[in-house]
């Protein structure tokens, strides 16, 4: 089945934030914990599938020239609501997430696949797209939240791994904005030498 | 019009006719009297803190040269005097861990995760510091203050930049500037030791291989931003003297700055680089929550240094009135 292979792509071959390299502020910014990144990784599913099932949808009926204009207004409407749902729903994890969940609007995965994708293909490949390539993100991000909060806090899913003498003086540097650069470029260089093993 | 030049490339260095060898050999020699006297003054503890530190930059330079398929080149001895840098910069009861994971991330992320000796455009040593400077629960170790609690040195043992940030020109009236020059202050292990750091900084500058511009308007660039703050508010900030005097500054002339790869190459470059490292220095001290700024103040320049490089004495001599031009040749143009 072909439009499996839609689904899949975005778990290894296009995996946002580490092959395509993209949507990397809020990579960056909200995985201080893995809790943190699997909320905004939901939140970006659910964006994602919904804007590319509607960009889909109306890809006929939208002007050529006005198209990124209409993108943004149907990604800022599913924002919205997943803004107002994780404030009446998940009030810790809005609070966490703070400006990040407004910021969706921008995160240019969601932009790249409604322009690269959703309009250009039928309803079911861009909702399998939007899964898959939110899910992949949100792999991603609680990798990402997992190893920084493992190593930085000493904790995982605010569950208190390490013992309490790693805790009081845990290696805090990976929590702070360096940490996360280097973590991530650290992943990066790592998946790199695993699927792309050097040609000489 | 030209295109934007977006072309990034490892930059040109300055060559004393030396090779790396011997200028890391020269300079573990230039720092053998700061090594003595803070073994002397803090006992074995800082010979602990100093091995751990060389033994673990060079298996992780070694280790990570190997992993990149590079030839191993840890007989340079360029990463040992990283390690020894960041262990002089330390106290000398920092525990072991915290010692090896700021030795191994300056020589990997900070060194040969850009291409190694020369491409990096950080000092690992201040990268490794400053791993460790931000790291909270880790503080306590750095507070000289409260690291250095159990030693009795015979003289003050409290921090004179710690004084100074807590209570002024006013607590620091205690200290005898000539005393601290002698290296009768806690600090680092080495970095205290103030006229040790001097004699070997200028053992380097004599045999060519720092250069004199930098060390000499850092201090500069200290005195000038010291004299400024004195002059608004003589109560709350320190004389010139006493600036050069504590903390890193010497070190940080003489040995941090002058990183090979990441401090320019051209005369201008080098003196704007020197002033704003010694300025950016007092303004941390005065302005930012750490006590010392030096490493932070480097750190920063150091990211300059591609645009400082620019700053070329061609570019600014002053082009004669009537040059014919020939279409061969424009005398006094800029070179670049």
Known sequence: MSIFKEFTKGLWQELPPFRLVLGLCPVLAVTKSATNGLGM?????????????????????????????????????????????TQAFFYPVYEALGIFIPLIVVNCVILGRAEAFASK?????????????????????????????????????????????????????????PGAFICLGVLLAIMNAVSAPSSS | MKAADLTVSTGSHWHSG?????????????????????????????????????ASAMIAEAAMQKLLGKPVRIADGSAAVSGLLLALLLPANTPAYMVIVASVIG?????????????????????????????????????FDLALINYDLGFSMQYPLAVLKASGALGIQDFNTWNLFLGNQTGGIGA??????????????????????????????????????????????????????????????????????????????????????????????????YPDGVVFACLLMSLFVPLLDKLRASTIVVRPTNVQITGETVEGGTSS
């Open chain 1, 41 to 85: 990784g939901l939140a970006v599913i659910f964006v994602l599938t919904w804007s590319n099932i509607l960009v889909s949808a109306l890809r006929k009926v939208i002007p050529r020239k006005v198209r990124i204009a209409s993108y943004i207004v149907i990604i800022a409407t599913f924002v919205v609501i997943v803004e107002m749902a």
């Open chain 1, 121 to 177: 293909n039928g309803v079911v490949a861009s909702a399998l797209d939007g899964l898959g390539i939110g899910a992949g993100f949100t792999m991603s991000l609680v990798v990402l939240g997992g190893l920084r909060e493992l190593i930085g806090a000493g904790t995982l899913f605010d569950v208190e791994i390490m013992s309490a003498a790693y805790r009081s003086h845990s290696f805090s540097f990976m929590l702070e904005a």
């Open chain 2, 18 to 54: 030396a090779k790396i060898t011997d200028f890391s050999y020269n300079t573990l020699l230039a720092l053998v009297p700061a090594i003595a006297m803070g073994m002397y003054r803090y006992g074995v503890s800082a010979a602990g803190v100093i091995g751990t530190a060389m």
């Open chain 2, 107 to 143: 020589i990997t992320i900070g060194k040969l995760c850009f291409g190694g000796l020369g491409a990096n455009p950080l000092s690992p040593a201040l990268v490794g510091w400053a791993v460790l400077r931000i790291t909270k629960p880790w503080a306590g170790y750095l507070d």
């Open chain 2, 192 to 289: 205290s030791a103030i006229v040790c750091v001097l004699g070997g900084g200028l053992y380097m500058v004599a045999r060519g291989l720092v250069r004199w511009e930098i060390p000499l308007c850092f201090l500069l660039g200290v005195v000038i931003a010291s004299s400024l703050f004195r002059l608004v508010d003589s109560a709350a900030n320190a004389d010139p003297l006493f600036h050069i005097v504590t903390g890193n500054v010497m070190i940080g002339a003489l040995f941090l700055s002058t990183d090979n790869s990441s401090a320019p190459i051209n005369r201008w470059g080098m003196v704007a680089f020197g002033l704003c490292c010694g300025m950016m220095t007092v303004v941390l001290r005065a302005w930012s929550v």
